[in-house]
C-alpha cells in the first residue's frame, strides 16, 4: 500500500452514468489483487479532505483503473478529470477476495458498479463459471463483454426488463442454483447492500461459501477513523466490530452479523 500521483490516461463515458478513468499507476496496479480498491482524492473538490474509494477494476502493465458511477459531489467533480491530470491515490486497499477454494463452478453476482472487482476477478482465474449481473434499467448493465470474451456464461436482469429478465438478480440467482442440486458453487459479490444480503442468506442457508464485498461509507481507508465498521462474528461465536476499509471490504457470508 503507498500514496501514489497518478497520471491519467484516459477518461470515458461508458454507459449510462458510469465512467472508466484509466490510470499510469505502476506501483498500485503491481500489487493489487481483485476485490481491493483505491482511496482517491477528487482533484478540485473545494472544501472535502475526504479521499472516495473506488474498486479495483483493472491492473495490468502499470496501468490501473475504476468503473465509478456518478452519484454526489464527489463524483461528479471526478466527471472533469482530464487525460494528463495528476490523480492522488492510494492503494492497493483492502483484503480481496479469497481464491485459493473458488472450485469448478463459481457463481459471481454484479450489482451495478459491482461488476468493476468481478470482471478483474474473472480475468484472474482459470476456470469459467457464470455470472449474474443486475441494474435497475439497462443503463446499469457493464461489463458483458468482459465476461464474455473470458468464455464464462452471463445472466442479466433489468427491474424494469429493459435488458435481460425482468425483475431481480437474486430471482434469476434462485433459478440457477435450483439446478445445480448436488453441488456446492462459491459465490463472490458485489453490489449494494440489498442484493448483498439477499445473496448472503441464500448461501447461508443452503451451506453454500459466499465472500461479498461489503459497500460501507470511508473516511480515512486504511484503518485509523472507524468510520467504516461492520459488526463480524469471530470464529469463537462472540460479535465484534470490524473495519471494512482494513480487514475487509470481503466477508463470508456467515460472519456478517446485518442490522435488523
Ligand atoms: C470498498 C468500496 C468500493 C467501491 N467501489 C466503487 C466502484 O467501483 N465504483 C463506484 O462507482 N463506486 C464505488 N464505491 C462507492 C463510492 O465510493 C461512492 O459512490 C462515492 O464515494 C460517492 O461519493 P460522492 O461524493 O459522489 O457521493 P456523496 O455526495 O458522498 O453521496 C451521494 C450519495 O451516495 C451515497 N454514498 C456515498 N458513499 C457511498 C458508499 N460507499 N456506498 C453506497 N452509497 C454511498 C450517499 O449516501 C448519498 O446518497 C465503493 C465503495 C466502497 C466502500
Ligand atoms: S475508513 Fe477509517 S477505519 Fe475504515
Request: aromatic share 6%; with cysteine; net charge negative.
Amino acid at each position: 500500500m503507498q500514496i501514489e500521483k497518478a497520471i491519467v490516461r484516459t477518461h470515458e463515458l461508458v454507459g449510462g452514468d458510469y465512467r472508466e478513468l484509466v490510470l499510469d499507476a505502476s506501483a498500485t496496479a503491481a500489487g493489487s489483487v481483485p476485490g481491493q480498491f483505491v482511496h482517491l482524492r477528487v482533484p478540485r473538490l473545494d472544501g472535502s479532505v475526504l479521499r472516495r474509494p473506488f474498486s479495483i477494476y483493472r491492473a495490468r502493465d502499470g496501468r490501473l483503473s475504476i468503473l465509478y458511477k456518478t452519484v454526489g459531489r464527489g463524483t461528479k467533480a471526478m466527471e472533469a478529470i482530464a487525460p494528463g491530470d495528476t490523480v492522488d491515490i492510494i492503494g492497493p486497499l483492502g483484503n480481496g477476495f479469497p481464491l485459493d477454494e473458488i472450485g469448478e463452478n463459481p457463481v459471481l453476482v454484479a450489482g451495478g458498479y459491482g461488476v468493476a472487482p468481478l470482471s478483474f476477478l474473472a480475468g484472474e482465474v482459470a476456470v469459467k463459471g457464470t455470472v449474474f449481473i443486475g441494474g435497475a434499467t439497462q443503463r446499469d448493465i457493464l461489463c458483458v463483454g468482459d465476461f464474455e470474451s473470458l468464455g464464462w456464461t452471463v445472466q442479466i436482469t433489468t427491474e424494469d426488463g429493459s435488458l435481460g429478465e425482468k425483475g431481480l438478480v437474486t430471482q434469476a440467482l434462485d433459478a440457477w442454483l435450483a439446478e445445480q442440486q448436488g453441488t456446492a458453487p462459491v459465490h463472490y459479490a458485489c453490489g449494494p447492500d440489498g442484493m448483498l444480503r439477499a445473496v448472503g442468506d441464500r448461501a447461508v442457508a443452503a451451506g453454500h461459501t459466499a465472500w461479498l464485498s461489503l459497500d460501507k461509507h470511508m473516511g480515512c481507508g486504511v484503518g485509523a477513523c472507524l468510520a467504516c465498521v461492520q459488526k463480524i462474528r469471530g470464529a469463537d461465536g462472540r460479535v465484534g466490530w470490524k473495519r471494512v476499509c482494513k480487514d475487509g471490504p470481503i466477508f463470508e457470508a456467515s460472519v456478517i452479523e446485518w442490522d435488523a
